[in-house]
């Protein structure tokens, strides 16, 4: 079975630490992504990346930052860690043209900022 | 431009009750639609989509979703839900360049008995 698969399901980490994220995708997909998620606000997307090496912003990337050194690894590094930033964190990866079958989503990190 | 709007962000219903969970879109492409569902403390599965074709579409759990192009919409019913589909559910359109997936803020159904 093809899967996105986020390191951890939770996390607590202080105000201040340096935070990585961790996302590997075994489908051979070109695009992965990095959301948050709120109550009431939806998804909204931190960054992406469409090729190795290559970054992108999303709607929120202000304090945070992304890797992608090879294809099937995206991570999202919070480089001080807030409490604002305590959320539900989704990584998803899709394929890049031809036919369109939507995005394929890991399981989430929560993250608890304290 | 592209985007979603879910119109009711929670919705509780009775066990065997019918339900629909409403969402309109815009988009300036050719128009694929999807919903998605999160059950508790999980990631998102898909759903269903539209694509191209008939304009009715269909889960293996009995959901269904209609495109009606003239009135932008593409809501999801189900005419008997049961406890295990008290989730929430996230309808979503196509968009254009690689960041090609555009979400609403979802309606979380739940399910009473």
């Known amino acids: 079975d093809v899967k996105v698969t986020q390191s951890s399901r939770y996390l607590v980490k202080r105000t201040g630490e340096k935070v990585f994220l961790e996302c590997v995708q075994d489908m051979d997909h070109e695009n992965m992504f990095w959301y948050r998620q709120d109550p009431g606000l939806g998804l909204r997307l931190i960054y992406f990346?469409?090729?190795?090496?290559?970054?992108e912003k999303g709607d929120i990337p202000e304090g945070y930052s992304v890797s992608r050194e090879k294809k099937e690894r995206f991570s999202l590094i919070l480089e001080s860690a807030s409490t604002n930033q305590t959320s539900m964190y989704l990584c998803a990866s899709s394929l890049s043209g031809g036919a369109w079958y939507g995005y394929t989503f890991g399981s989430g990190t929560r993250l608890t900022v304290v | 431009a592209q985007s979603v709007t879910q119109l009711d962000s929670q919705v509780p219903v009775f066990e065997e009750a019918p339900v629909e969970l409403r969402c309109n879109y815009s988009s300036s492409v050719s128009v694929y639609l999807f919903w998605y569902v999160q059950y508790p403390n999980q990631g998102l599965q898909l759903l269903l989509k539209?694509?191209?074709?008939?304009?009715l579409v269909e889960s293996i759990n009995g959901f269904e979703a209609e495109f009606n192009k003239s009135q932008t919409s593409f809501h999801l019913r189900k005419p008997s839900v049961h406890i295990s589909d008290t989730a929430e559910y996230f309808c979503?359109?196509?968009?254009?360049?690689?960041?090609?997936?555009?979400f609403g803020t979802g309606t979380r159904l739940t399910v009473i008995p």
């Open positions: 539209y694509l191209s074709g008939s304009t």
């Open positions: 990346s469409y090729d190795v090496k290559m970054k």
């Open positions: 979503a359109v196509r968009g254009t360049g690689a960041n090609n997936l555009f």
